[in-house]
């Protein structure tokens, strides 16, 4: 990994890029996954790089929603498996729930790669290996996903996508999850929730709420129902004109 001193001001954004970077290196993360990467960093310097008080709102939600899942799963591409490994199997601890590879640039090869990184980093028995084409309307690859994971799933946890997926796994009646950091993107316009925040702050924030929310099934009514996603990006949108305002 580069070297980088503690004290520089942008140390974890150069320590993720390094995550990338090796992850391209040793095949878990696709040569595009840098260009998605180098976008995501522009909307999170808009942010200021925190998680915003919408976004906080979001990660209470989707918590709330995956707990009330009767079949949530976490869905996982090659970008995020190197950005939280660990965070996502203390997230599949939590909930006691299903962890699939689901690839734009799917090879069989990678997704098994993929898979048993994540496992090696604690996640367990994830599924995509092998996935069939069953979302119905995406004709590329992404539309694949296995029988007991996405397909069956009532919840499904969608991080770092623009694409048609989510609208196509809302069409099937699921409940869509996602982290974006770019709140304009099709993914995050077509979401249950859409949580407008880096995927590293996102996916702990998620578990600490899942900690919190656990056991109390009204109060994850409440706060589900409360959720109002078109509320909430406008709210996002307002934060970032609001901040370009006071810099400008
Ligand atoms: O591993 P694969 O083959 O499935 O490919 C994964 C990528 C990410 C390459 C693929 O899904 C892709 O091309 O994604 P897009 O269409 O570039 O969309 C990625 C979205 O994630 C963009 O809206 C970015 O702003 C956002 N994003 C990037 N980095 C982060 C992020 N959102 C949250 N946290 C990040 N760290």
């Known amino acids: 990994m580069t070297d980088v001193p503690r004290s520089h001001p942008r140390y ?4 993720t890029r390094a ?12 040569m595009q996954g840098l260009i998605a990467h180098g976008r995501g960093e522009a909307f999170d310097y808009l942010l200021g790089e925190g ?12 918590a709330a929603h995956l707990l009330l899942a009767r079949n949530p799963v976490l869905s996982v591409n090659g970008n995020t498996a190197v950005l939280v490994p660990d965070e996502l199997a203390a ?19 990678r997704v098994r790669r993929l898979a048993a990184f994540l496992e090696a980093h604690g996640c367990e028995r994830v599924l995509g290996e092998g996935a069939q084409p069953t979302i119905p309307g995406l004709d590329h690859e992404r ?12 919840v499904v946890l969608v991080p770092l996508e623009d694409g048609d997926r989510c609208q196509a796994l809302r069409d099937m009646g699921k409940t869509v999850v996602v982290v974006d950091l770019n709140p304009l993107s099709r993914t995050a316009k077509s ?8 995927v590293r702050r996102a996916v702990p924030a998620i578990t600490r709420e899942v900690e919190a929310l656990r056991g109390d099934r009204a109060a994850c009514e409440r706060v589900a129902k409360a959720f109002d996603p078109a509320r909430n990006l406008r709210e996002t949108m307002d934060f970032i004109a609001a901040r370009l305002r006071a810099l400008g």
């Open 91 to 109: 997230l599949q601890k939590a909930l006691r729930c299903k962890v699939e590879v689901n690839l734009f640039h799917r090879t069989e090869e």
């Open 19 to 30: 995550r990338v970077e090796e992850g391209v290196r040793s095949g878990l993360v696709s």
């Open 143 to 154: 539309g694949r996903s296995t029988v007991e994971g996405i397909f069956s799933a009532d």
């Open 191 to 198: 979401a249950s929730v859409s949580v407008t925040d880096n």
């Open 12 to 15: 974890e954004s150069l320590m």
């Open 51 to 62: 998680t915003i008080p919408p976004a906080a709102e979001a990660e209470r939600a989707a």
